[in-house]
């Protein structure tokens, strides 16, 4: 009778901790990544988002032509790329647990869908500044705002040689 009554326990308390975890994981919602504004967009990233990815995302959804941006945070970590022009390839270099205190890019398309291209200061604890080109960015704790200014026209991007640098093309006004 014992071994019937626990058996009947851990049941009922495997059920009640299954359906409790169901529960609260499907009340989440998903926070909001961003606002239109009057010029665009505003785009507040929180830990452990991909913030090319994000901005990626974000282009498609809203079918953005061409905009700028710039932003600021924290970053988990950040990889900044230095081209090579003799090997035509970047060079990375990460940095883990720094603050950003500047990033600015465009957002334009390719034949593969949002071309994202960004650049970036950032700084350590000791005040150290590094910055160039990212190749990857992850919000670190904290948040990452961006602030998104759209352009009515689409621009793309192609890679030109010699360079094979993926280069913004200006439109030919008729």
Request: glycine content about 8%.
């Amino acid at each position: 009778m014992k071994i019937l009554i626990l058996k009947l326990y851990m049941v009922l308390l495997t059920t009640f901790i299954t359906t409790n975890l169901f529960s609260q994981q499907n009340s989440k919602t998903e926070i909001p990544r961003f606002n239109k504004t009057s010029t665009g967009y505003i785009m507040v990233l929180r830990e452990g988002d991909n913030v090319i990815a994000e901005i990626e995302k974000l282009a498609k959804s809203e079918k953005i032509p061409f905009a700028s941006f710039s932003g600021i945070g924290f970053a988990g970590d950040v990889t900044f790329g230095f081209y090579d022009f003799d090997k035509k390839k970047f060079n990375p270099k990460t940095f883990r647990r720094v603050e950003m205190g500047n990033l600015t890019g465009s957002i334009a398309w390719n034949e593969k869908g949002p071309s994202i291209h960004v650049h970036g200061i950032a700084t350590d604890d000791q005040f150290q500044a590094y910055g160039g080109h990212i190749l990857s960015l992850h919000v670190g704790t904290g948040s990452i705002e961006l602030y998104i200014t759209l352009n009515n026209k689409k621009l793309d991007r192609n890679i030109e040689q010699p360079l094979n640098a993926n280069v913004l093309q200006l439109n030919q006004e008729p």
